[in-house]
């Protein structure tokens, strides 16, 4: 299942980007999206960044408001709720 499979990611690396995850469990950066609001609603992570894509420091003709999904995919969320083994041993 993917919101565990992002779950365990987190919990072992403590930091990731939409863009990061989505590559890694091979889906869509809106399916990621869904998963991390609801992570970010139960407390598990919050977001750290929401940097403009790298295309705003390459001299994007838009002005850089650039698609909402590649800003989306340039978030990045931080893990901080405890891990499993954690709620066993604490």
Same mark, same amino acid.
């Given at each position: 299942?993917?919101?565990?499979?992002?779950?365990?990611?987190?919990?072992?690396?403590?930091?990731? @980007?939409?863009?990061?995850?989505?590559?890694?469990?091979?889906?869509?950066?809106?399916?990621?999206?869904?998963?991390?609001?609801?992570?970010?609603?139960?407390?598990?992570?919050?977001?750290?960044?929401?940097?403009?894509?790298?295309?705003? @420091?390459?001299?994007? @003709?838009?002005?850089?408001?650039?698609?909402?999904?590649?800003?989306? @995919?340039?978030?990045?969320?931080?893990?901080?709720?405890?891990?499993?083994?954690?709620?066993?041993?604490?």
């Amino acid at each position: 299942m993917l919101l565990s499979d992002i779950r365990h990611h987190l919990t072992e690396n403590r930091i990731a @980007s939409v863009q990061e995850l989505s590559n890694r469990f091979d889906t869509d950066i809106e399916a990621v999206e869904d998963i991390m609001a609801v992570l970010e609603r139960k407390g598990s992570v919050r977001l750290l960044s929401d940097a403009p894509p790298a295309c705003a @420091s390459d001299g994007c @003709s838009c002005g850089c408001g650039c698609s909402s999904s590649a800003q989306k @995919s340039a978030e990045i969320y931080e893990w901080i709720g405890r891990s499993k083994r954690d709620r066993q041993t604490g």
